[in-house]
């Protein structure tokens, strides 16, 4: 069955980085669509970035534009998130996702803590 499993989060000062992993296996992931989502404390889950698996395009949300990089690595199966400059408000569970469409996505995975400090 297809599994996405995220690695690499943790605790960073503010104005630091972080690199997240998102491992995918269980199906070829051509034309698929991954995305990364982030849910704080009493928050709803928001996007962050998505990338076609195999055009490579990207896409981000305002409030990481210019911070934060997407990209994926086929060979591996694993999409990355580069995070730079990190904020407090950056605080979040981190996810990652697949799907056919960018309005829906069929797979997740269990999620990456990620704690900016000020």
């Known amino acids: 069955q297809v599994q996405l499993v995220e690695s690499g989060g943790g605790l960073v000062q503010a104005g630091g980085s972080l690199r997240l992993s998102c491992a995918a296996s269980?199906?070829?992931?051509?034309?698929?669509?991954m995305g990364w989502f982030r849910q704080a404390p009493g928050k709803e889950r928001e996007f962050v970035a998505r990338i076609r698996w195999t055009s490579g395009s990207s896409y981000y949300a305002d409030s990481v534009k210019g911070r934060f990089t997407i990209s994926r690595d086929i060979p591996k199966n694993t999409v990355y998130l580069q995070m730079n400059s990190l904020k407090p408000e950056d605080t979040a569970v981190y996810y990652c996702?697949?799907?056919?469409?960018?309005?829906?996505?069929?797979?997740w995975g269990q999620g990456t803590q990620v704690t900016v400090s000020s």
């Open positions: 269980g199906r070829t992931f051509s034309g698929y669509v």
């Open positions: 996702a697949a799907g056919v469409t960018t309005e829906h996505y069929d797979y």
